[in-house]
């Protein structure tokens, strides 16, 4: 019933940029909270960013300072404007969303993920 499409994804150099993008679309009535995992080769999926429907974000303590989270509600969209990258941050990169659809019943919804490489 929801369905995210992520994109932004690539090969990036240390202390380079790169912002991802997140879409989400169907029948979605509310969206409650935001957010970006990660998953590093042979790691657990790790939250990275997350904003709410307060416009209040939280980050992972390895990104603070580097990571930007951003929501257009308008749109349900979700942005990860990442910063001052390292070859740590070398992940795929999930899109999270949580929310409510027409009928009233609670969803949440992953995107298929996207691949960040950060090397020289």
């Known amino acids: 019933q929801v369905q995210l499409v992520e994109s932004g994804g690539g090969l990036v150099q240390p202390g380079g940029s790169l912002k991802l993008s997140c879409a989400a679309s169907?029948?979605?009535?509310?969206?409650?909270?935001m957010g970006w995992y990660r998953q590093a080769p042979g790691k657990q999926r790790e939250l990275v960013a997350v904003v709410a429907s307060e416009e209040s974000a939280e980050y992972a303590d390895s990104v603070k300072g580097r990571f930007t989270i951003s929501r257009d509600s308008a749109k349900n969209t979700v942005l990860l404007q990442m910063n001052s990258v390292q070859p740590e941050d070398t992940a795929v990169y999930f899109c999270n969303v949580e929310g409510q659809v027409t009928t009233g019943a609670f969803f949440a919804s992953w995107g298929q993920g996207t691949q960040v490489n950060v090397s020289s």
């Open positions: 169907g029948r979605i009535s509310v969206v409650d909270a």
